[in-house]
């Protein structure tokens, strides 16, 4: 069974500085994606990971993949305080039920002045 | 059109109503998707629907019924539910099972159960 572990679970950054989380997963799988939701709202795709390797940037945020590592890391540069956030890593089993993404805890990113 | 809607965006209920959550995309996408989200968890797949046919049923109790009558349209509906079932709801969408397909959410439905 696939289970996806983030950490940290919690995230209080000063504006500016440099920080990254981290996405473990337990079964071999080629492809991971990031989502960020704000409270009481929906989740928004940031990246799509589909081979080792991959690596994709959007703004702040730096995503990358490592299938033989089972690891990926979502990296702030600089950050601000509308990146505050909680951010989701997800999953699928290789070759198990499609559809099925399974999500980790999620980590909440607090940026303070 | 790129977004999935979902209505209401709010819903209160009692324990014996009936009611029923909806969900829209015009993307073209053939595969719709029902999630669960409990306070501060991440959030857990129920059902999902592939060209209009049931693909998925995460051993969702029977209160919960869905519902795919096209393409484009995705209903849960709701009946003698529990107040453990109070939780944001959302609906996603992607062009179909292929997993290579990142899914698209929309903005879900709060539903409080009394």
């Known amino acids: 069974e696939l289970k996806v572990e983030q950490n940290p679970l919690f995230l209080s950054m000063q504006e500016g500085k440099n920080y990254t989380i981290y996405c473990n997963y337990s079964?071999?799988?080629?492809?991971l994606y990031w989502y960020r939701q704000d409270p009481g709202k929906s989740l928004e795709s940031l990246f799509v990971?589909?081979?080792?390797?991959a690596v994709k940037q959007e703004g702040r945020l730096m995503a990358s993949l490592d299938t033989k590592a089972r690891l990926s890391t979502l990296h702030i540069t600089a950050a601000v305080h509308d990146l505050s956030a909680t951010y989701f890593c997800?999953?699928?089993?290789?070759?198990?039920?499609?559809?099925?993404?399974?999500f980790g805890k999620g980590t909440k990113l607090s940026v303070k002045p | 059109d790129t977004e999935v809607t979902q209505t209401p965006k709010h819903l209160v209920m009692g324990m014996t109503n009936k009611k029923s959550l909806k969900c829209e995309q015009h993307?073209?996408?053939?595969?719709m998707y029902w999630y669960k989200q409990k306070a501060k968890k991440p959030p857990e797949l129920m059902f999902v629907?592939?060209?209009?046919?049931?693909?998925i049923n995460e051993s969702v109790p029977s209160r919960f019924s869905p519902e795919c009558p096209n393409s484009s349209l995705l209903n849960l509906h709701l009946h003698a539910l529990q107040p453990e079932d109070s939780a944001l709801y959302l609906c996603?969408?992607?062009?179909?099972?292929?997993?290579?397909?990142?899914?698209?959410f929309g903005p879900g439905t709060r539903l409080t159960v009394l």
């Open positions: 993307m073209g996408h053939r595969a």
């Open positions: 997800a999953s699928m089993n290789y070759g198990g039920s499609q559809g099925n993404l399974i």
């Open positions: 990971l589909l081979s080792n390797g």
């Open positions: 079964t071999t799988s080629d492809r």
């Open positions: 629907y592939s060209y209009e046919k049931l693909s």
């Open positions: 996603a969408s992607s062009q179909d099972l292929n997993s290579y397909n990142e899914q698209f």
